[in-house]
């Protein structure tokens, strides 16, 4: 089993910044492929960014160029740092994680973005 716990969310003014964390315990060797996903209400889970063990990284079209996905492997966290937000980033936050014996999600946090 893998388990993962983000944290980081909140509430902030339209321009800020906000930097999520995800933690990953469990049998975090298994883990290869670890991303960020968001829900709106109301609306599908989409992915926002992902990043390979080695560090390759992926943005959805949306956040790309304000939003930096990392991952300290060491530590066993990736983390989102998201700036110049929007209102339409408002969202609860996943944190996934891709391994050999499955996928597994965070319970999410919250992002809400005031204009």
């Known amino acids: 089993q893998v388990q993962l716990v983000e944290s980081g969310g909140g509430l902030v003014q339209a321009g800020g910044s906000l930097r999520l964390s995800c933690a990953a315990s469990g049998r975090i060797r298994s883990i290869y492929d670890m991303a960020w996903y968001r829900q709106a209400p109301g609306k599908q889970r989409e992915l926002v960014a992902t990043i390979t063990k080695g560090g390759s990284t992926n943005y959805a079209s949306s956040v790309k160029g304000r939003f930096t996905i990392s991952r300290d492997n060491a530590k066993n966290t990736v983390y989102l740092q998201m700036n110049s937000l929007k209102p339409e980033d408002t969202a609860t936050y996943y944190c996934?994680?891709?391994?050999?014996?499955?996928?597994?999600w965070g319970q999410g946090t919250q992002v809400t973005v005031s204009s």
């Open positions: 996934n994680a891709e391994s050999s014996i499955g996928p597994y």
